[in-house]
């Protein structure tokens, strides 16, 4: 557990026993929220799970929508988020639930609960994930680390030897490669590292795809759902500031024209990958209006307010997140209490 997480849940625990979330609902006045998961699938033993705060167990999942329907906030989908949005229909509060990536445990363990509950939601497809041509180069990373007691990597044009033997390394070791390579100039030097590493240490990349993400003909099945909206996530999960402005309406146009093929119709939502400030923009925003995205989703904390009407492309998320699976924080999430510590008070940030 880092110390980002022991701050973040001693905030959220904090707000939760002093009651303050319930005093601050009012005075902050959110409208709503978008959920924002990944992966619903049961608890796994290793010890070694960089990746987990990605993930959250159908149990806790259920809990979650059972916790939401008891304070009475409606559970939408985005098309009608946009529309209480839009005509200012704010009666009752409102959340949406989204899965970025079209992970197949989605299907398997997430819709069956949703179904059963009829909850509409929506899952992110980045479209070269269900082609099997994508790459989970952040599980090719774990994987490499959890198999390894020692690999070499050239980082910065230096040649490092990496020892990884016990687990509390190999934490250190992965949480330090991942925001080394988020911070690269390009996605394809990402890639490129990546592949390399996993290549050299026997992670088959290309299966990643496969055992992990729906493919087209899974992705047909839960789209006929009527519950079910399919938004685009780029093809490549791209981390879109990073490229020149050609690249971002090529990664947007390209996705929608991909899925539109797929599936006999054109996604309107979107959800920008890693979605954090260095990923996506103004420009990214402007660029998702001006292709007509009916709205789009980052990953910067927050809830909805009546003001984000004029900011669709902009819209904050909540995340559901392993690391916190503890239905006694869902009413100070969905409060905006959390958040509006965590973004000093500011209540719409599209910059
Ligand atoms: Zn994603």
Redesign the pocket.
């Known amino acids: 557990m880092s110390v980002k997480h022991t701050i973040v849940r001693a905030g959220l625990e904090t707000l939760y026993f002093s009651g303050a979330h319930m005093l601050m609902r009012r005075f902050l006045g959110s409208v709503g929220a978008v959920l924002m998961l ?1 992966h619903v699938r049961p608890a796994r033993r290793d010890r070694f799970q960089p990746n987990a705060q990605l993930e959250v167990t159908p149990q806790f999942f259920e809990r979650v929508i059972r916790r939401l329907r008891r304070a009475k906030v409606d559970l939408v989908s985005l098309d009608e988020m946009h529309r209480r949005l839009t005509t200012r229909d704010f009666g009752d509060r409102f959340a949406c639930f989204t899965f ?2 079209g992970y197949r445990d989605n299907k398997e363990w997430a819709f069956p609960i949703l179904k059963a509950a009829g909850v509409p939601f929506t899952v ?1 497809v ?1 479209t070269s994930f269900a082609d099997r041509l994508g790459k989970l180069w952040w599980v090719a990373l774990e994987r490499v680390i959890a198999r390894n007691a020692r690999f070499a990597l050239v980082m910065d044009g230096e040649e490092r030897r990496i020892e990884c033997a016990t687990v509390a390394e190999k934490r250190e070791v992965f949480e330090t490669l991942y925001w080394w390579l988020r911070a690269r100039p390009t996605e394809q030097e990402v890639l490129d590292i990546v592949s390399d590493l996993a290549a050299r240490h026997g992670v088959d990349m290309a299966a990643l795809c496969g055992e992990f993400c729906m493919d087209w003909r899974e992705i047909n099945e839960l789209a006929r759902d009527p519950l079910v909206t399919i938004g685009a ?1 780029t093809v490549n ?1 791209a981390m879109l500031a990073k490229g020149s402005d050609g690249a971002v309406r090529n990664e947007l146009k390209m996705s929608r024209a991909v899925i539109e093929a797929a599936l006999g119709k054109a996604p309107a939502h979107l ?1 920008y ?3 954090d400030p260095t990923t996506a923009g103004a420009r990214e925003f402007r660029i998702a209006a001006e292709l007509g995205f009916r709205t789009a989703v980052t990953t910067r904390p927050g809830v909805l307010y009546p003001e984000h009407a004029e900011h669709m492309t902009a819209l904050p998320r909540i995340s559901i997140n392993g690391m916190f699976q503890d239905t006694r924080y869902i009413p100070v999430l969905m409060s905006g209490a959390a958040t509006a510590l965590w973004n000093g008070f500011k209540r719409v940030d599209a910059a």
Do not use: N
């Open positions: 990944h970025d990536d992110y980045a996530h999960h959800a990958p890693y979605g």
